[in-house]
């Protein structure tokens, strides 16, 4: 089953920007559509973006026009460019994958602050 590893999140000011990226590791055969989640506290965890094998993306409502999701297949690396950040935005942002249409994997989560 494959790894991932977020990176990128931080601390930023409303208005900022942040890029956060996930690398797959270990056996990456099939993976199929990649997103990113996030959870905020006290809040169930929301599906924030989603790049299929072939590039085709989709968002949530609140992120359209701000967030632009991406992936370089040759690296298995998926990225979440964050712009106009606002405080709402602030949560654990989670990579997601499954293979094969069957196993489900999850990122440790990297943190995401924007400070008003």
């Known amino acids: 089953q494959v790894q991932l590893g977020e990176s990128g999140g931080g601390l930023v000011q409303a208005g900022g920007s942040l890029r956060l990226s996930c690398a797959a590791s270990?056996?990456?055969?099939?993976?199929?559509?990649m997103d990113w989640y996030r959870q905020a506290p006290g809040k169930q965890r929301e599906l924030v973006a989603t790049?299929?094998?072939?590039?085709?993306?989709k968002y949530a409502d609140s992120v359209k026009g701000r967030f632009t999701i991406s992936r370089d297949n040759a690296k298995n690396t998926v990225y979440l460019q964050m712009n106009s950040l606002r405080p709402e935005d602030t949560a654990v942002y989670y990579c997601?994958?499954?293979?094969?249409?069957?196993?489900?994997?999850w990122g440790q989560g990297t943190q995401v602050t924007v400070s008003s």
């Open positions: 790049v299929t094998v072939v590039g085709t993306t």
């Open positions: 270990g056996n990456t055969f099939n993976i199929g559509a």
């Open positions: 997601h994958t499954i293979q094969a249409g069957i196993w489900h994997s």
